[in-house]
């Protein structure tokens, strides 16, 4: 492929991302103003900071001369639920996009989202609350516990958190006993509040 091509080529790439980032926060077209509310949304889902200026020149609005930088490419990718900008990518010219099936909703993806000693609250119905620590290699500990079973010192694994879905634990151990399975927010599914360990 020559340099032409390629440049035409990721810039129209760049493009399909820019409409999908549109549709998952459901703003047709974005305009000048928009762009805090986004670098505050990826922030809130992802947890990593893109600045405003940034956001405008990949969508135009701010002219330069090179590509924009992979590691924003990969972030927009992540939040409109693709693993990289390359796989969203190939999922488009497989016109295999709805079989993705990209999660949109604020989520955390344990292995790449959390460091050790983060914590995490988790809330369901009815007026359930739990406080996790991560331990490293998607496992977790419950430090702080209100009307729930997960008892402090329970461990378990996970490995997506999802925003108003279901909240899947596997191998959640309690008081010593057989690791079981576990599900939390089974009607309503979960809210989270995220704490950086400092």
């Known amino acids: 492929m020559s340099e032409t091509n390629h440049q035409t080529d990721i810039t129209s790439q760049v493009q399909l991302l820019c ?13 000048r103003s928009d762009f805090d509310v986004l670098q505050l949304q990826i922030f809130n889902r992802l947890h990593i900071h893109i600045s405003a200026t940034t956001l405008k020149r990949v969508w135009g609005y701010v002219t330069t001369e090179s590509e924009p930088r992979r590691r924003t490419l990969d972030t927009l990718a992540r939040f409109v639920g693709y693993n990289s900008f390359d796989h969203f990518c190939q999922t488009k010219h497989d016109g295999d996009v709805e079989a993705s099936n990209p999660i949109l ?4 993806n344990v292995e790449k989202d959390l460091s050790i000693d983060d914590t995490i609250t988790l809330f369901w119905n ?6 996790v620590r991560y331990l490293g ?9 209100e009307n729930t079973r997960l008892i402090k010192g329970a461990t378990f694994q996970c490995s997506l958190i999802i925003e108003g879905e279901q ?3 596997n191998n959640l151990i309690l008081n010593d006993q057989q690791p079981i399975a576990y599900v939390c927010g089974k009607k309503g599914g979960i809210r989270y509040q995220f704490h950086k360990h400092a």
């Open 19 to 31: 409409k999908a980032v549109e549709e998952a926060i459901g703003i047709e077209q974005l305009t």
């Open 105 to 108: 909703s604020r989520n955390i």
């Open 126 to 131: 009815p007026d359930r609350k739990c406080t």
């Open 137 to 145: 290699d998607n496992h977790f500990v419950v430090v702080e516990s």
């Open 167 to 169: 909240l899947y634990l």
